[in-house]
């Protein structure tokens, strides 16, 4: 028995000696395994805020609704019908919503996911009143969501947060989807072992990052005024939509920024696609009228004409091989100067500038516009329409082009370029975001002079032109009294299956003020009133409107100065 005894003893002593000694570190690790959890933790999504500091998109907590489905998959129909007055709004309680319901019990009897989601975004109010009801297999997960203090304001220019392939949250279109990177962060992970707290992020490196804020130089005053604005000119000239852009002349910085229709990025599942893209930066238009400035500066540039060039054609309408191009009134005015044919607006005089000018050198000015490639707004989405070669141009479509049509352009190209003329000959780089910032530190935009295209004194020239074209052409009538303002109306056909649309149309003005000293360029479009097909009578008076208010805002006086 002793020997035995001794033995037993031996081995077991042995065993202990390996467990302890000579497998410490195998068995340690497996131990800590054992008794370490790592949890993912997600990055809060980064802020948004106007010029003023004011929030136009924060997070809040809203909670996400799962099923799990080995409790419930005998009763789901019955859950369903239990939770669906909490759960969906009440416009889909009644026969729409029993289709939601037997969509979801039919992906839910299809998945072979153990856990499947019901639905996101509910309220901690709606998570309460599931909870009262008791029903075992559900369960909740708290997520952070966008939620927008000013509604829908800058809709457009903003983007939503939805959500990837595989559920986690991405910003698309706008800014959103512009700084995805600089507003996700990096998600991370917590370790706990043995009770001491480790934080990692995605990649084991060091701790995760929660996202970054944003700065705009949106001033939100002035982007609800241009949507009050804009929403009634849309009513009042029965337009099918529309747009705004205010832009710093200076600096290229975005002021305001609107388009209608919009949508609700809160509820962006509810709207169709086409809302979520911005027209001024991913919709072409042929400019119309407001398009001869820039032609006319080319030619004074190039110096093909001056202020006392006499229009040695504009007694009629002019034939160019098989066309005939008219005035829009079929009126016409002999021996024009470069003044009296902005201020006519006169399609007749812009031909003979362009032959002036050339093909050549008018194609050359288009790139030196940056009207040929994308402006490179920080917007996702931006595209630059194609263009084309030289070899493509005949002399009608030189003709066409010096006044606005038959060319394709975004709203973005288009006052980017006609901003030089108020900025002293600059193509400045648009930008919306001021800043970036961590909480600790600030990172800022810089402004981007992309090139001189313009002398000063050809500027000069132009400010003259277009304030004369403000005080006498058109839609003098709707002019803000004892202001300076530098501005053109547009009007464009509409092409239409290789033809124009006679009376469908893009009405638009752009203009900068005060004339001298500009304080802000604005673009104002609409898209086929139906009161006018003129924009002398419809986008002019419109941003009349919104230049009046503008003018109080900034507490600009009537004689035009600062």
Same mark, same amino acid.
């Given at each position: 028995? *002793?020997?035995?005894?001794?033995?037993?003893s031996?081995?077991?002593?042995?065993r202990?000696?390996?467990?302890?000694?000579?497998?410490?570190?195998?068995?340690?690790?497996?131990?800590?395994?054992?008794?370490?959890?790592i949890?993912?933790?997600k990055?809060?999504?980064g802020?948004?805020?106007?010029?003023d500091?004011f929030?136009?998109?924060?997070n809040?907590?809203?909670?996400?609704?799962y099923?799990?489905?080995?409790q419930?998959e005998?009763?789901?129909?019955?859950?369903?019908?239990?939770?669906?007055?909490?759960?969906? /709004?009440s =416009?889909?309680?009644?026969?729409?919503?029993e289709?939601?319901?037997?969509?979801?019990?039919?992906?839910?009897?299809?998945?072979?996911?153990?856990?499947?989601?019901?639905?996101?975004?509910? +309220?901690?109010?709606?998570k309460?009143?599931?909870?009262t009801? #008791?029903?075992k297999?559900?369960?909740?997960?708290?997520?952070?969501?966008? $939620?927008?203090?000013e509604? +829908?304001?800058?809709?457009?220019?903003?983007?939503?947060?939805?959500y990837?392939e595989?559920g986690?949250?991405?910003?698309y279109?706008?800014?959103?989807?512009?700084?995805?990177?600089?507003?996700?962060? *990096?998600?991370?992970f917590?370790?706990?072992?043995?009770?001491?707290?480790?934080?990692?992020d995605?990649?084991?490196e060091?701790?995760?990052?929660?996202?970054?804020d944003? @700065?705009?130089?949106?001033?939100? +005053?002035?982007q609800?005024?241009?949507?009050?604005?804009?929403?009634?000119g849309i009513?009042?000239y029965q337009?099918?939509?529309?747009?705004?852009?205010?832009?710093? /002349?200076?600096?290229?910085?975005i002021?305001?920024?609107?388009? @209608?229709?919009?949508y !609700?990025?809160?509820?962006?599942?509810?709207?169709?696609?086409?809302?979520?893209v911005? /027209?001024?930066?991913?919709e072409? @238009?042929?400019?119309?009228?407001?398009f001869?400035p820039?032609?006319m500066?080319?030619?004074?540039?190039?110096?093909?004409?001056?202020?006392?060039?006499?229009?040695?054609i504009?007694?009629g309408?002019?034939?160019?091989?098989?066309?005939e191009?008219?005035?829009? =009134?079929?009126?016409?005015?002999p #021996?024009?100067?470069?003044?009296?044919?902005?201020?006519?607006?006169d399609?007749?005089?812009?031909? $003979?500038v362009?032959?002036?000018?050339?093909?050549?050198?008018?194609?050359?000015?288009f790139?030196?516009?940056?009207?040929?490639?994308?402006?490179?707004?920080?917007?996702?989405?931006?595209i630059?329409?194609?263009?084309?070669?030289?070899?493509?141009?005949?002399?009608?479509?030189?003709?066409?082009?010096?006044?606005?049509?038959g060319?394709?352009?975004?709203?973005?190209?288009?006052?980017?370029?006609?901003?030089?003329?108020?900025n002293?000959?600059?193509?400045?780089k648009?930008?919306v975001?001021?800043?970036?910032?961590?909480?600790?530190?600030?990172?800022?935009?810089?402004?981007?002079?992309?090139?001189?295209?313009?002398?000063?004194?050809?500027?000069q020239?132009?400010?003259?032109?277009?304030?004369?074209?403000?005080?006498?052409?058109?839609?003098?009538w709707?002019k803000?009294?004892?202001?300076?303002?530098?501005?053109?109306?547009?009007?464009?056909?509409?092409?239409i299956a290789?033809?124009y649309?006679?009376?469908?149309t893009?009405?638009s003005?752009?203009?900068?003020?005060p004339?001298? !000293?500009?304080? $802000?360029?604005?673009?104002?479009?609409?898209?086929?009133?139906?009161t006018s097909k003129w924009g002398?009578?419809?986008?002019?008076?419109?941003?009349?409107?919104?230049?009046?208010?503008?003018?109080?805002?900034?507490?600009?006086?009537?004689?035009?100065?600062?």
């Open positions: 028995m *002793f020997l035995v005894y001794l033995i037993w031996i081995a077991i002593l042995s202990l000696f390996y467990w302890q000694i000579i497998a410490k570190e195998k068995f340690f690790s497996i131990a800590e395994n054992q008794i370490t959890k949890e993912e933790i990055p809060l999504r802020r948004i805020f106007t010029i500091n929030p136009l998109v924060l809040q907590d809203k909670y996400l609704l099923a799990w489905s080995p419930i005998e009763n789901f129909k019955d859950i369903l019908k239990k939770i669906a007055t909490i759960i969906f /709004p =416009n889909e309680i009644g026969e729409e919503n289709a939601i319901k037997t969509l979801a019990e039919n992906y839910f009897k299809q998945s072979q996911k153990k856990w499947f989601l019901i639905r996101r975004h509910l +309220s901690e109010e709606q309460n009143q599931i909870e009801l #008791n029903i297999g559900l369960s909740f997960e708290k997520e952070s969501v966008r $939620f927008y203090p509604a +829908s304001m800058a809709a457009q220019l903003i983007g939503f947060v939805g990837d595989m986690n949250q991405k910003g279109f706008g800014i959103e989807g512009f700084y995805q990177q600089q507003l996700s962060g *990096f998600a991370g917590k370790k706990s072992s043995g009770g001491i707290l480790k934080w990692l995605s990649r084991g060091k701790q995760f990052q929660n996202g970054r944003l @700065f705009l130089f949106l001033d939100r +005053s002035i609800f005024i241009i949507e009050e604005e804009l929403k009634k009513e009042k337009a099918k939509g529309g747009w705004v852009v205010v832009l710093n /002349p200076q600096e290229g910085s002021i305001a920024l609107a388009a @209608f229709p919009s !609700n990025p809160e509820e962006y599942y509810q709207y169709p696609y086409y809302l979520f911005n /027209p001024v930066t991913t072409s @238009f042929e400019p119309g009228s407001i001869k820039l032609i500066a080319a030619a004074f540039e190039e110096k093909v004409v001056s202020l006392q060039t006499k229009c040695n504009c007694q309408p002019v034939k160019i091989g098989e066309y191009i008219k005035t829009w =009134n079929d009126i016409y005015h #021996n024009s100067n470069m003044i009296e044919i902005i201020k006519n607006s399609n007749v005089g812009m031909v $003979f362009a032959q002036n000018l050339g093909l050549k050198k008018m194609l050359d000015y790139k030196k516009f940056n009207l040929t490639e994308k402006t490179g707004i920080d917007l996702q989405g931006e630059a329409p194609p263009t084309r070669a030289a070899k493509d141009w005949s002399p009608v479509d030189l003709a066409t082009a010096s006044f606005g049509q060319i394709a352009i975004t709203p973005i190209q288009f006052i980017t370029a006609f901003n030089s003329l108020a002293g000959g600059k193509i400045i648009p930008r975001v001021e800043k970036i910032s961590d909480g600790e530190q600030s990172w800022f935009t810089n402004k981007e002079i992309k090139s001189q295209v313009l002398s000063f004194e050809t500027c020239t132009m400010v003259q032109i277009l304030e004369n074209a403000v005080e006498q052409g058109e839609a003098k709707a803000p009294k004892g202001y300076a303002i530098a501005g053109k109306t547009g009007t464009a056909q509409i092409p290789g033809h649309a006679e009376e469908k893009i009405a003005f752009i203009g900068f003020a004339a001298e !000293n500009p304080k $802000f360029t604005m673009l104002v479009s609409l898209k086929e009133p139906s002398s009578e419809t986008a002019a008076p419109l941003w009349f409107s919104i230049a009046k208010r503008l003018f109080i805002y900034w507490g600009i006086p009537p004689n035009g100065q600062d």
